[in-house]
């Protein structure tokens, strides 16, 4: 009976073990259906900042009505990160200060490149209307151009969700 368990339990690690090789194997061969879900600037949803397309590959990058809200009115913008610098997801490329806080900026997406950005900003005129996209802090684009086509292209549930089958 022991022995029975154990038979049937090696035939069961042959059948997970040849199933993982051949998905691998799948993935070898037609990387094209296996996408990873990176970040893309379609995934940026965060409660402070807001992420609006501005054409081509770039990406104006701002504060909500929900940050002076919370955290009061920004009086400094300081730059950690320098123009150019390629940054993941949610890795911080700077801070808003004033005199309650300092609050970290994450970048937005993966694969994204600081473009532009004042340090001399005018928040008197961001807080009267954070959300217009001239009031923006900075500038992004996506490192590789050809990923901006697919970056906010709207895909039927069905695509957007769709696993290969093995």
């Not at 400094?76 to 808003?96: C, H, P």
């Not at 923006?136 to 590789?144: H, M």
Request: with cysteine; net charge negative; charged share 30%.
């Amino acid at each position: 009976m022991v022995r029975n368990s154990f038979i049937r339990l090696a035939q069961r690690a042959t059948i997970m073990t040849s199933d993982y090789y051949s998905r691998r194997m799948s993935r070898m061969l037609n990387p094209k259906i296996y996408r990873t879900f990176a970040s893309t600037p379609r995934d940026f949803d965060e409660e402070f900042y807001w992420l609006k397309h501005v054409d081509g590959n770039k990406f104006a990058f701002g504060i909500k009505e929900s940050f002076i809200e919370e955290h009061g009115e920004p009086e400094i913008v300081v730059f950690d990160a320098e123009l150019n610098d390629k940054l993941q997801k949610d890795e911080e490329f700077g801070t808003i200060e004033n005199t309650k806080a300092v609050q970290v900026m994450p970048a937005p997406f993966d694969n994204c490149v600081l473009h532009e950005f004042d340090e001399e900003i005018d928040f008197e005129v961001v807080v009267q209307d954070p959300e217009n996209i001239d009031n923006r802090i900075c500038l992004f684009r996506l490192d590789d151009a050809s990923e901006a086509v697919d970056a906010f292209a709207i895909t039927s549930a069905s695509e957007k969700y769709s696993m290969p089958l093995l």
